[in-house]
């Protein structure tokens, strides 16, 4: 079975530019979070979404991040303008549907993010 | 207060011994905890989950949960040079604490 997949692995930018990543779950999986994990810390749920619908998105800086997932598969993660505390490890997880093993989420390899 | 805590160490334990890694959370209401392993430069990997107070074992692990002193705990007994890691305490599966760095010590 393919795990998370995400894209692209590493990316350098200057601040104020805008960067896109992408992930894409496993295949079947109905639940898709993003993190953001700053070095030294643990990971901070920026959203979740549940097929296509948002669950949460409580945490997420809404003035320059945004978040979508069409169709209820792939997704992406926008930062428009990026600042340099932006710089960070962004992990896609994914878990499968209520009722299976929903309390087990898979991580994506991550992309890393260096603002400069 | 933090939702999750977690004492960032380093915790340093020698080849064999038992690494006890400690978490308190601030809301009553969670049901669900999780430990993660994450090794430097990888991404965080489930070692176990716990919803019921007491304790619950898996192989060399073994994960406590006291609900009324909002505090859950991960032993690891007979510790490997392999174990070195930081420890992710979780609550409802996607709130964090910042990690416990643990170096076991041929």
């Known amino acids: 079975e393919a795990g998370v997949a995400q894209s692209p692995r590493y990316k350098i930018i200057e601040k104020r530019q805008s960067v896109a990543f992408w992930c894409n779950p496993i295949?079947?999986?109905?639940?898709l979070y993003w993190y953001q994990q700053i070095l030294g810390q643990g990971p901070k749920l920026l959203i979740q979404?549940?097929?296509?619908?948002?669950?949460?998105d409580s945490q997420l800086p809404k003035d320059r991040f945004s978040a979508e997932r069409l169709k209820g598969v792939d997704s992406t993660l926008k930062i428009q303008p990026a600042k340099l505390e932006d710089s960070a490890v962004y992990l896609c997880?994914?878990?499968?549907?209520?009722?299976?093993?929903?309390?087990?989420?898979?991580f994506g390899p991550g992309t890393r993010l260096l603002v400069l | 207060q933090k939702e999750v805590e977690q004492n960032s160490g380093p915790l340093s334990v020698p080849e064999g011994a038992i690494a006890s890694l400690n978490c308190t959370y601030s809301?009553?209401?969670?049901?669900?905890f999780f430990w993660y392993r994450q090794y430097s430069g990888k991404s965080p990997e489930l070692i176990m989950f716990?919803?019921?107070?007491g304790d619950k074992e898996d192989g060399r692990f073994t994960a406590q949960l006291n609900k009324a002193s909002q505090y859950v705990s991960l032993l690891i007994r007979d510790s490997q040079p392999s174990d070195s890691a930081t420890y992710l305490c979780a609550v409802r599966m996607v709130r964090f604490g910042a990690g416990t760095r643990l170096t076991v010590k041929p």
């Open positions: 295949s079947g999986h109905a639940t």
């Open positions: 979404f549940q097929n296509n619908g948002v669950v949460d």
């Open positions: 809301d009553r209401g969670s049901q669900s």
């Open positions: 716990i919803y019921s107070n």
């Open positions: 997880a994914s878990s499968p549907p209520t009722g299976t093993d929903q309390e087990t989420q898979y």
